[in-house]
Nanobody, 116 residues
Framework: QVQLVESGGGLVQPGGSLRLSCATSRSILRVNTMAWYRQAPGNQREFVARLTTNGISSIADSAKGRFTISRDSAKSTVYLQMNSLKPEDTAVYYC??????????WGQGTQVTVSS
């Protein structure tokens, strides 16, 4: 049963923007801190942003000032707004619970490619 589905990735030029979506469930959002992670080829998966159940966000230094995490509880969806994208942002982006992944598993993610 897939409970976290990422979408919204694509190809964008440096300096461009994308908004990623993470479709989940009301129950998951209610009890878990949600987070975005990313993994570039040859690299470890890294934390990007998180949002607590109380609405407190934290952004990784690499994305601070450029990325914003938010949620729409009515739609059971978490978003990652990415602005001023850089080539080094290229990665597969995943959403999941924080600090431990839901059921210890990961979904397909959504590919973000920043290139001219």
């Amino acid at each position: 049963q897939v409970q976290l589905v990422e979408s919204g990735g694509g190809l964008v030029q440096p300096g461009g923007s994308l908004r990623l979506s993470c479709a989940t469930s009301r129950s998951i959002l209610r009890v878990n801190t949600m987070a975005w992670y990313r993994q570039a080829p040859g690299n470890q998966r890294e934390f990007v942003a998180r949002l607590t159940t109380n609405g407190i966000s934290s952004i990784a230094d690499s994305a601070k000032g450029r990325f914003t995490i938010s949620r729409d509880s009515a739609k059971s969806t978490v978003y990652l707004q990415m602005n001023s994208l850089k080539p080094e942002d290229t990665a597969v982006y995943y959403c999941n619970t924080y600090p431990r992944p839901l059921f210890g598993s990961w979904g397909q993610g959504t590919q973000v490619t920043v290139s001219s």
